[in-house]
C-alpha cells in the first residue's frame, strides 16, 4: 500500500477549517477526530452508545476488566503504530507474549498450525492421512476456491480443512463454510507446508534464505484497549472536539451532491449539525438507510443485503490455576456452543484481581436468536456447564461471578453477495455524497482490525485536507497479518513485510 503514502494534491483544498462530523467513536472516528486536531481543526462526534471504543471498549464489571474479543496491539503499518505511542505512550503498554492454541478431541494445538506440532498431536494414522489429503491437493486443487472451503482444501487438504478449520468457521459465521468468501481466509490464515516441515525436520537445510516468523509478542494498554479510546476521547475533548453520547444518528442529509448536515437524535431530541464533511463508522448498510433524499430502491436493495454476525462474552471469575497459560484458545469441538475462551489474566494482570483470574467465553450468534436472548444467568450457567464439559474445570462451584456483553455487529458477513452490493452502494455514494467517507470495519464492510480501521480514518483525514487515497485498498493485501521475514542463522537479513 505504499501508493497510499503519496497523496495527489487536491487542485480545490478547502480554503477554510471544514466543519466535520464524525459518526461513531470507536478506534476509527476518535482516530480521525485526533488527526483533524493535529491539524487545527475539531469535529462533533456522534456516538449511539454512552461508551466510547466500539468493539475495542473494554467492559467493566464490579472491577473486573475485560476484551469484547482480544485486541492486541500489533502492527504493519507504521503511522498507526506511531499514533498508539503518541495517543497513550510507553508506560501504559504492556509487552506481552502472543499464545494461542486450537482444542479439539481433548487435545490442543498450536495455532497458527505448526506442522510437526499438529501431526503429532493427531497420532500416527491421522497424521498419514492428512499427510496422504495434503498431497492430494496439491496434485489435484478444489476447482471453486473463492470460498473459504475451497480455498482452505487447496492449501491444507480435505482432511486437515475438517479437523481444523470447519468447525470452527461455521461456529463463527453460523453458515455453510461454503458460503464465506475466501478474500477473509487468506488474510486471518498462514499457510502451512507439511511438505518442508517434514523435510527439514529430517534433512535440515544450513543457510536457510526463506525464513518467516510469527509475531511472538504484542503491545497491550494496561487497562485493556478501552483505556486507548477512554484517553483519546479526553485528547479530542480537551482540544474543542465534542462528543454526544446517546445519539443515533437519523438522517445524514444531502444536497448538490454533497452531504450538508447529519441529524441524531440525542435523548429522543432531534439535532441537526451542519457538515462540510462527514466521517462515518456506522455500519455501511445503516448509513445508505439514512440518507435524506434516500437512494434508490436497487440501492436501498444492496444495502439490506449485507448482514453481520453478532458476538457476546461470558465473562467467569475462577481462581488463577484454573486459567491457562494462552492469550486464548479456539474450541473446535462441536458439542459446544463456545468457540472461543480468553483468558483475561494472560493478557494484562491490571484487568483481574489478585490470586484469581477472568475466562471470557464468546459465543457467535445472530442478534435475537436462542442464545443471544438467553437470560444472563442462564448464560453464566451455560458457560459453566461447557467449561465442565471441555475440561478445562473441574468444579463448577469454583466460578465465583459471572457476567454477560452482548455485542451487535461484530462481523461483518463475506457471503456471496457481499461484494456487488458493496459496489453498488459505494458508486451511488461516490456520486451523491462524495464528501461523506466510510471508515472502519462497519463503516466499510470490511473485516478490518483495530489498525487499519485506524488507518481509513487517517487516511479520509488527509483526504478532507487535499489527499486523493483510495482508502478501499487499505487492508486487501493478500498476505498472512501476523508474520514477518526475520534474520536467519546465517545472517541474511530481510525486510519486515510491508503494509
Not at 362 to 383: I, K, N, R, T
Not at 405 to 419: E, I, S
Amino acid at each position: 500500500m505504499s501508493d497510499l503514502r503519496d497523496p495527489m494534491p487536491d487542485p480545490n483544498p478547502p480554503s477554510q477549517a471544514p466543519e466535520v462530523v464524525i459518526i461513531g467513536a470507536g478506534p476509527a472516528g476518535l482516530t480521525a477526530a485526533y488527526q483533524l486536531t493535529k491539524r487545527g481543526s475539531v469535529a462533533t462526534i456522534l456516538e449511539a452508545d454512552t461508551v466510547v471504543g466500539g468493539i475495542s471498549r473494554t467492559a467493566e464489571r464490579d472491577g473486573w476488566r475485560f476484551d469484547i474479543g482480544g485486541h492486541r496491539f500489533f502492527t504493519k503499518v507504521k503511522p498507526v503504530e506511531d499514533l498508539w505511542m503518541e495517543i497513550l505512550g510507553e508506560d501504559d503498554f504492556l509487552l506481552r507474549p502472543r499464545m494461542s492454541r486450537i482444542y479439539y478431541n481433548n487435545k490442543f494445538f498450536d495455532y497458527p498450525l505448526k506442522a510437526m506440532n499438529a501431526l503429532k498431536g493427531l497420532g500416527l494414522l491421522e497424521a498419514v492421512l492428512c499427510m496422504a489429503s495434503y498431497a492430494w491437493a496439491r496434485i489435484r486443487p478444489p476447482k471453486d476456491q473463492t470460498n473459504f472451503e475451497g480455498w482452505v482444501t487447496a492449501k491444507f487438504g480435505a482432511r486437515l480443512y475438517r479437523i481444523f478449520f470447519k468447525t470452527y468457521t461455521e461456529k463463527l459465521w453460523g453458515v455453510p463454510a461454503t458460503t464465506i468468501q475466501a478474500d477473509w481466509a487468506a488474510q486471518r490464515i498462514k499457510n502451512l507446508s507439511l511438505f518442508k516441515a517434514v523435510m527439514n525436520a529430517v534433512m535440515p537445510k544450513r543457510n536457510q534464505k526463506e525464513i518467516t516468523s510469527l509475531i511472538e509478542e504484542f503491545r497491550y494498554p494496561k487497562y485493556g484497549p478501552g483505556m486507548m479510546w477512554e484517553r483519546a476521547t479526553e485528547l479530542v475533548t480537551a482540544a474543542g472536539c465534542k462528543v454526544v453520547f446517546g445519539a443515533p444518528v437519523t438522517a445524514v442529509h444531502h444536497e448538490g451532491g454533497r452531504a450538508v448536515a447529519v441529524t441524531a437524535d440525542a435523548d429522543g431530541v432531534p439535532s441537526r449539525y451542519p457538515a462540510t464533511h462527514v466521517i462515518s463508522s456506522m455500519p455501511f448498510r445503516d448509513l445508505l438507510r439514512v440518507m435524506d433524499p434516500p437512494p434508490p430502491p436497487e440501492v436501498l436493495a444492496a444495502a439490506d443485503g449485507l448482514s453481520y454476525r453478532d458476538f457476546l462474552t461470558v465473562a467467569l471469575v475462577v481462581p488463577e490455576e484454573a486459567g491457562f497459560p494462552d492469550n486464548w484458545i479456539y474450541i473446535h469441538s462441536p458439542e459446544v456452543k463456545v468457540g472461543r475462551i480468553q483468558n483475561f489474566g494472560a493478557w494484562s494482570p491490571y484487568l483481574v484481581k489478585e490470586g484469581r483470574t477472568c475466562l471470557g467465553l464468546e459465543f457467535f450468534v445472530f442478534e435475537g436468536d436462542e442464545v443471544w436472548s438467553m437470560p444472563d444467568d442462564a448464560l453464566v450457567e451455560q458457560g459453566k456447564r461447557e467449561l465442565v464439559q471441555l475440561g478445562l474445570l473441574a468444579d463448577p462451584s469454583k466460578v465465583e461471578a459471572g457476567y454477560v456483553v452482548r455485542m451487535p455487529k461484530a462481523y461483518p458477513m463475506y457471503d456471496a453477495t457481499y461484494k456487488d452490493n458493496l459496489k453498488v452502494m459505494r458508486q451511488w455514494l461516490e456520486a451523491n455524497a462524495p464528501n461523506v467517507y466510510p471508515v472502519g470495519r462497519n463503516g466499510m464492510h470490511k473485516y478490518n482490525n483495530q489498525d487499519h480501521s485506524m488507518y481509513t480514518a487517517m487516511l479520509s483525514v488527509e483526504n478532507i485536507f487535499g489527499a486523493n487515497h483510495d482508502t478501499w485498498t487499505v487492508n486487501v493485501e493478500a498476505a498472512y497479518h501476523e508474520e514477518r521475514e526475520v534474520e536467519d542463522k546465517a545472517g541474511a537479513a530481510s525486510s519486515p513485510a510491508s503494509p
